[in-house]
């Protein structure tokens, strides 16, 4: 998976696993805060 990679160089996630994953992170914070 190349995206396990990259995105753990510009994404601020713990383990993103797949990009649904750091896109669930990323709405936790903009509409879960």
């Known amino acids: 998976?190349?995206?396990k990679r990259p995105?753990?160089?510009y994404g601020q996630t713990p383990e993103p696993e797949t990009p649904?994953?750091?896109a669930g992170q990323l709405w936790d914070?903009?509409?879960g805060s």
């Open 20 to 22: 649904y994953q750091r």
């Open 29 to 31: 914070e903009r509409i």
């Open 7 to 9: 995105i753990q160089r």
């Open 1 to 3: 998976m190349l995206f």
